[in-house]
């Protein structure tokens, strides 16, 4: 059994794939083709914003748009400790400092009501992270933003697709960054990543610094990086995205059937009602984890966990200071989850498989 299980994918969608590689590699246009510029067009109309910018990775986009936002030295980020390196690396590396919050217990996002606490003069955006697939509490943190006057930057990268009160992640703050890595809800076959946001300016900002700040051949007006999205993974996403509402309502299926399964056995993923995840991740809590976790293995199950350490323990992070009584909640999250098979071709069998395992190891 694959923890997600790409060839699975490729199968289906494997003639258009190719299709689309084999017309990029006839054309020759490996930077800048038209194909990143029909994607933007297609996942900022799926998204409901004005703009998208395509960037060679999550981690770019992300930090292309603290970028652009003039983020530096000096500055406060506020963010979730409960997450994948790249949400605080984007912060530190534009020289500002991350500055965790506690996540909520049942959703493992960035708890709102905490963040006004940690509010000071030197604050200039709040990145919430829609973790494992499900949206982060949008109208509390953008309130507690507008009132503060605070910039929200959506880490999406495990959330396309999501939506929150009916609206689609990537198009509820002021800006947000997905991911297009292989295992990502939409995926490319390589690394990728794409930037939203309604403005106008913003956007241009971004398509400039993703090209070395250049705003015309050789003319370099700001600092950017080398963060194009390449041409052969815009072919590719775009011959996948067809496929893309069909693969999230088989994504939802597998989540509802674990749901029953597990019955009150197993702590399962809360989904508020505002939400529909993508469950880019099944992440359960369980106590003693690495007795079930050895118990699925020796069963041929794979698990993963997302994540064992939370940022704010993370080496590079320890300047920072934090001990784990300031985050409480990040802090039992990494010692409790364990993500179990997820993808849109599970089948039913194998959720048994899962299920038969995992009960027998947490009776
Ligand atoms: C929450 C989160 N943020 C950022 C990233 C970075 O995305 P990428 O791997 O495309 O750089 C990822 C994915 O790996 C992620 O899960």
Known sequence: MEFIDLQAQYRIMRDPVNRAIQEVLDSSRYINGPWVKE???????????????????GTDALLAILMAWGIGPGDEVITSPFSFIATAETIALVGARPVFVDVSPDTLNLDPELIEAAI????????????????????????????????????ACQSFGATYKGRRSCGVTSAAATSFFPAKPLGCYGDGGMAFTQEAELAQRLRIIR??????QYRHTMLGINGRL?????????AKFPFF???IQARLKVADRYATLFASK???????????SVFAQYTVRITD??????????AGIPTAIHYPTPLHRQAVFASLGYGDEALPQATLAAREVMSLPMHPYLTSEQQDQVALVLLQAVA
Not at 230 to 238: E, F, G, N, Y
Request: proline share 2%; aromatic share 4%; glycine share 8%.
């Open 245 to 247: 509402e069909g693969e």
């Open 266 to 276: 197993v702590r399962i993923p809360e989904i508020r009602s505002e939400n529909i």
């Open 230 to 238: 390449d041409t052969l993974q815009a072919a590719i996403l775009l």
């Open 120 to 155: 000071t003069s030197r604050t200039k955006a709040i990145m919430p992270v829609s973790i494992f697939g499900q949206c982060a509490d949008f109208d509390a943190i953008n309130a507690v933003a507008a009132a503060h006057g605070l910039l929200v930057l959506e880490d």
């Open 211 to 216: 090209e070395h700040g250049q705003i015309e």
């Open 289 to 298: 984890r690495e007795r079930v976790r050895a118990a699925m293995s020796s």
């Open 39 to 57: 994607l933007e067009t297609v996942l900022a109309r799926f998204v409901g914003v004005g703009h998208a910018v395509g960037f060679s990775s």
